[in-house]
């Protein structure tokens, strides 16, 4: 005995231009035993009766930035079969591409982890919104030509697109390629223009331990100094137990006079929580965490200000930081006459108080 028609099987998602979306369907796998004789598509204001050889059905005239979800069944000589439900859809233009593209390294110890930020158009097309955005990069060679085809292409979907508004994600790129990247803003109607305007790009890696610069001359508790001093010399070290293990015996405790030494890099917190910060230090010495260890670095804004002509003296500071996150760290010592030394520790949550960092401290080689 006959019964109505299967469910029909949508081939893909609507495709969507201005005015209008285009519907794609087979017939279903079972007529019910009787051949189908239409199909039915409707949202449920708009319905369109249709010839059973139809797959494909345009539908215009339609109103851009409005969502219509269309269902289709078919018919047969029992009756209509079970509806099939398209994805809502807004009718539209493609969006404009978005601006202001730029990529940033941060740091990471096995491969490179990298910032992308841009705007998102303003102009998404006519429809009321964006789905979101599309970030790929891809391998390229030396001189900067796509590697197509890679099975390495990275893409990530980002999600919480404003029209006109700024983004941020992150993406890990492995140190085996170059890469070169793309962002897309995405609506019902597709993709915009590729946005190519990330630079191809080197990874970095990023080794353990903090820069260390010596230079020649005291700084006076002046942090600008040290961009005019005379280096002397330059290692990279994890331990500052004191001045002879935190320069690599470049300088040993009370044994010179009238130089500085300026350490950076970045901190990387275990865990998140309040982070204290000490040094140890004849003569003055300084520490900065965070934005303010890259740019504007005073020594009002230093997490511990150890300033002055003194003996052996220890000052700390705190701050309270977030796992996983590599905070810029910057730290400054220097020594004018007698005795001298430093020393550099961080206690936290689950850190015991500690001066080898090697796990703690990284820094971008080269
Ligand atoms: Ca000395
Ligand atoms: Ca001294």
Sequence with gaps: MATVPGVPLIQRRPGVTSQTLEYMWSPPLSDGGSPITSYTLTDGTLTFTLDPETRIYVVNGLTNGVAYSFRLAANNAIGQGTFAFFRTVQPGNKPDPPTSVSISSLVSINSGSYRVSWTNPSNTGGTTGLLGNVVKFYPVTSAGDVLSN?????????????????????????????????????????????????????????????????????FGDVPTWFATATKTFSTSVTNFTNIGTATNSNKLPNAQDN?????????????????????????????????????????????????????????????????????????????????????????????TRRYELSTLVFYLPG
């Design 150 to 218: 890679s099975p390495s292409t990275i893409r990530k979907s980002v999600f919480g697109a404003a029209p006109g508004q700024p983004l941020t994600t992150f993406v890990n790129l492995s140190t085996t390629y170059n890469w070169k990247g793309q962002v897309f803003a995405v609506n019902d109607p597709g993709y915009s223009l590729s946005n190519f305007g990330l630079t191809s790009t080197t990874n970095h890696l990023y080794a353990s331990g903090l820069q260390t610069d010596v230079y020649s001359g005291y």
């Design 259 to 351: 130089y500085s030494v300026q350490w950076t890099g970045f901190f990387l917190p275990p865990a998140t929580g309040s982070y204290t910060f000490y040094t140890s230090s004849d003569d003055g010495s300084f520490v900065w965490i965070g934005p303010s260890a890259v740019s504007g670095f005073t020594t009002a804004n230093a997490i511990v200000n150890n300033g002055g002509l003194h003996g052996m003296q220890e000052r700390s500071g705190t701050s309270t930081l977030t796992s996983n996150v590599y905070y810029p760290i910057r730290i400054q010592f220097g020594e004018q006459g007698g005795g001298d030394d430093l020393n550099f520790s961080i206690a936290g949550p689950s850190l």
